[in-house]
């Protein structure tokens, strides 16, 4: 696959302390970045404008699912043939960007997965868990980190999985439209990082999670 068919897309909201040296580095692997601001009240955009990446921004506070399908539909538009998804705060590492675009080669949709170490916050590991059981029970789809948003999807794919949700739930939401769409897919680790504070899914969100994925299954 051309590199230039392949885009990256950041989703950020208040990262203007991450944001460029993200980008730097995922341009290294990437041609094409796409940063959509999902409304940050800090200089987010300023700091990504900086960069050749391709600013997008939302004037309110969208959530993490709106702001990946912004970008994943500019792409598209673009005339991406792939997508690689990952966090502007530092926790993914762009470097492993060439693992996830050799796997597309072969599949559909490519999820990355952290492995569980000391710096795995407990409350995450114990929602990963049930999160995973409950997506292999409802889904058949058996995935070691089902919250892992490091992902990588081809455009026929895109079309397939464009989610609804418009917070942290479109990770699950996407992988249950790719189950049901029976597309391939394939797993590939990646580093565990973790900044100073806490950022992702709440218990809260964990619950919302387990309630949409009943919903989706018997709705859709």
């Given at each position: 696959?051309?590199?230039?068919?392949?885009?990256?897309?950041?989703?950020?909201?208040?990262?203007?302390?991450?944001?460029?040296?993200?980008?730097?580095?995922?341009?290294?692997?990437?041609?094409?970045?796409?940063?959509?601001?999902?409304?940050?009240?800090?200089?987010?955009?300023?700091?990504?404008?900086?960069?050749?990446?391709?600013?997008?921004?939302?004037?309110?506070?969208?959530?993490?699912?709106?702001?990946?399908?912004?970008?994943?539909d500019y792409a598209l538009r673009q005339g991406a043939e792939a997508m690689v998804v990952l966090d502007a705060d530092a926790q993914?590492?762009?470097?492993?960007?060439?693992?996830?675009?050799?796997?597309?080669?072969?599949?559909?949709?490519?999820?990355?997965?952290?492995?569980?170490?000391?710096?795995?916050?407990?409350?995450?590991?114990?929602?990963?868990?049930?999160?995973?059981?409950?997506?292999?029970?409802?889904?058949?789809?058996?995935?070691?980190?089902?919250?892992?948003?490091?992902?990588?999807?081809?455009?026929?794919?895109?079309?397939?999985?464009?989610?609804?949700?418009?917070?942290?739930?479109?990770?699950?939401?996407?992988?249950?439209?790719?189950?049901?769409?029976?597309?391939?897919?394939?797993?590939?680790?990646?580093?565990?990082?973790?900044?100073?504070?806490?950022?992702?899914?709440?218990?809260?969100?964990?619950?919302?999670?387990?309630?949409?994925?009943?919903?989706?299954?018997?709705?859709?």
């Amino acid at each position: 696959m051309k590199a230039s068919k392949v885009w990256a897309i950041i989703p950020a909201y208040n990262e203007e302390a991450s944001i460029r040296q993200v980008i730097e580095k995922a341009m290294d692997y990437a041609e094409n970045i796409i940063v959509v601001d999902d409304g940050s009240a800090d200089k987010t955009s300023l700091a990504a404008g900086k960069t050749k990446a391709h600013v997008l921004k939302h004037v309110v506070n969208l959530g993490k699912g709106a702001a990946l399908k912004t970008g994943c539909d500019y792409a598209l538009r673009q005339g991406a043939e792939a997508m690689v998804v990952l966090d502007a705060d530092a926790q993914h590492d762009p470097s492993e960007i060439p693992k996830f675009v050799a796997q597309l080669e072969a599949h559909d949709i490519v999820f990355g997965y952290r492995k569980y170490n000391k710096a795995m916050p407990w409350i995450l590991k114990f929602g990963n868990k049930a999160i995973n059981s409950a997506t292999r029970i409802l889904y058949g789809i058996r995935l070691q980190d089902t919250q892992c948003g490091y992902r990588a999807f081809t455009a026929e794919a895109y079309r397939k999985i464009r989610w609804q949700a418009s917070d942290y739930s479109m990770e699950s939401e996407m992988i249950t439209r790719a189950g049901k769409n029976k597309l391939s897919y394939a797993e590939v680790p990646i580093e565990t990082i973790y900044g100073n504070k806490y950022k992702g899914t709440t218990v809260l969100d964990g619950i919302k999670i387990v309630f949409n994925l009943l919903w989706w299954r018997w709705s859709k």
